[in-house]
């Protein structure tokens, strides 16, 4: 093979100096076109603002025409800009989708896997099975949904993610499902919170005084809470929704009122007297958390790692 001594890496081959010029040009015109401003484009482009204006004036001189309508607010298309721009957004979109046809291309012999969980089983459950897995099969590119376990089952039967980690649904057909553990709804509170509500209330039960912190009503564990509360009679009169785990537990702890959490997650705050359980007419019964996949996909890297056979089920 010859190799040219004139060639540098950043001379195109069959692409003429005239040719790199103009696609330069159209991308600088593109730049500033969208941000309606030269400083902006030019920060953005990584040049010197005169170096962008001198760029508009010979495209513009190269079409005899003006693109630009300048202003002290920055630059507006004339007509003319905008049919060129909307010409140079189509060729630099097929472009995009060239390189992501590419890259598409080069993933596809990458196994991947597709997790999904809610924010708070990422955090007390998933990560020690996510490092094993991590650390055993390095090759395998991991991406993780967070959200509710409802959620997670409808991404699982639409083929969007590969696994899941829920709270143990009424109905798996289709789903292998290995169980994981059982986890205990609580409610907890400091224990000056319960002692200045029995001060300034002293007549007044708890439930018609005190704030419970409870997740959103889509929540599978908000749910389960509110059925059994409807079974005991209990009416709580002021409600703070929160949106994690991990706020309720926080809130708790500040003195913001009593919040339902897991008692697993939070058995050493519980030992350390961090935290203390409010009583709510009896303990609540356990629940069960585990992986889930569907029987039809076959083709989720190392599934036994999240569902050895001897603990596979339906």
């Known amino acids: 093979m010859t190799v040219d001594p004139h060639f540098h890496g950043t001379k195109a081959p069959g692409i003429s100096p005239e040719i790199r010029e103009r696609i330069s040009l159209y991308h600088i015109f593109y730049t500033v076109a969208q941000t309606g401003n030269i400083s902006h484009a030019a920060r953005e482009l990584y040049i010197s603002q005169p170096a962008v204006s001198r760029a508009l004036k010979r495209l513009e001189e190269s079409l005899d025409t003006r693109l630009f309508a300048r202003s002290s607010r920055g630059v507006a298309l004339t007509p003319s800009g905008s049919l060129l721009f909307q010409k140079v957004r189509d060729a630099f979109s097929v472009l ?13 012999n990458v196994p991947r896997l597709r997790l999904g969980a809610s924010a708070t089983l990422c955090n007390y459950v998933l990560m020690p099975y996510l490092k094993t897995y991590i650390k055993s099969y390095p090759q395998v590119r991991v991406t993780i949904s967070c959200q509710s376990t409802y959620q997670t089952l409808e991404l699982l039967e639409q083929g969007k993610i590969d696994i899941g980690l829920i709270g143990r649904p009424q109905k798996l057909s289709g789903l292998h499902y290995r169980p994981l553990q059982k986890i205990h709804d609580i409610f907890v509170s400091t224990k000056e919170y319960v002692n200045n509500q029995q001060l300034l209330y002293p007549r007044e039960s708890l439930f018609q005084t ?6 959103d009503e889509d929540n599978i564990t908000r749910q389960s809470v509110n059925a059994l509360l409807k079974e005991r009679q209990i009416e709580l009169a002021h409600i703070l929704e929160v949106t994690s785990m991990d706020l309720l537990i926080r809130f708790a702890e500040i003195g913001m009122g009593v919040a339902c959490v897991v008692r697993e997650f939070i058995r050493e705050k519980l030992e350390k007297g961090t935290l203390v359980e409010v009583s709510m007419n009896g ?32």
């Open 96 to 108: 995009s989708e060239g390189e992501d046809a590419v890259l598409g291309n080069r993933s596809m």
């Open 283 to 314: 303990s609540f019964p356990a629940r069960e958390i585990g992986f889930v996949c569907s029987k039809k996909n076959s083709a989720v890297p190392h599934l036994e790692h999240f569902f050895p056979v001897e603990n596979s089920g339906s």
């Open 210 to 215: 005190a704030t419970f912190m409870l997740l």
